[in-house]
DNA sequence: CCACGAAAGGTCAAATAAGGTCAAGAAACC
DNA sequence: GGTTTCTTGACCTTATTTGACCTTTCGTGG
């Protein structure tokens, strides 16, 4: 199902989450092995999939004892988490940020699956042939006036 | 037996209905071969027949391992609802029939009284500073997206 | 000390594997 | 006959995989 670096995804997404404190210490030379992969396989799905802006934390050291380790970054609570989520959408964002944003709040539980998509389909819709700087200005206003629906209901 | 865009539409629609969650991910690559056409015929298919306006969402993935994944949103009895609602708000609507609008979506009960304000207040700021004609297209986005999600939430 | 080699991980670019866009021409429909 | 819808193809953008080559760190023998 879908690609090798989407199993190497798979599997330390799997190993964080049954991590106590969100934290894990891999060998890239072990899991490149693993999946049968050169190494910088690895590296590459770090660098696409497990980003800041996804909510992870990556840091590592070379040489003899060398080791990658993975952190899962925690968000504050709701409340705050609304403001820091206008703050990092602000006046314009562009679609790549946009999406991981949605794939942020959907692996937090703040999307379902469901929602995320619509969420999505809009924003793709809606400013399909906009061209440059209108687009990621109407994305935003998109993005935070869907949101805020999500965030202020229920309690 | 009508056009080739005719029987991929139903193909996929098909394939579509027998699909649990009701999501299917193509290869657009593959459909174009079963059909001995050209890829992009698909594209043109999935643009014309699967709007979120029809009650469809489509996302898509190039590079390698790419797909395209269609998802129906079932609706019911509120699909035809949704879709006049679309037609009414266009490409563009001022603010007074957003308002008139929300508030007949207020009284019919599909839009709770926290839900219509924030919709209300989400249309104003977001389009507060912006001249015409701008405001009203700007204006029809918003209301299609918030709107996509309180119509499709649920089953 | 210090040099050096082994043991990590890092970088970058090429090759490959998808899907997207757009406009021109053809067909179907008033 | 004109308008709308469909079909095709040339060209574009993005994602993944692989490999050659680079850098950092640690341990050890001189």
């Known amino acids: 199902m879908g690609t090798l670096s989407d199993s190497i995804e798979r599997y330390l997404k799997g190993r964080l989450s049954r991590a106590v404190e969100g934290v894990i210490e891999i060998r890239r030379s072990e899991v490149a092995e693993q999946f049968d992969c050169v190494p910088s396989q690895i590296n590459y799905v770090l ?69 995320a998509l619509l969420v999505r389909g809009a924003l793709r819709h809606e400013t399909a042939g906009i061209s440059p700087p209108w687009d990621g200005v109407i994305r935003a206003k998109l993005l935070k006036s869907m949101l805020s629906l999500v965030f202020h209901e229920g309690g």
Chains 1, 2 share one sequence.
């Open 47 to 115: 660098e696409t999939r497990f980003t800041p802006q996804r909510g992870y934390y990556v840091e590592s050291r070379r040489g003899g004892g060398g080791y990658i380790r993975i952190m899962r970054i925690y968000l504050r609570q709701k409340q705050s988490m609304w403001e820091s989520v206008c703050e990092e959408i602000g006046e314009s964002i562009d679609a790549a940020r946009a999406d991981s944003l949605v794939a942020r709040l959907e692996e937090m539980g703040v999307l379902n699956a469901r929602r």
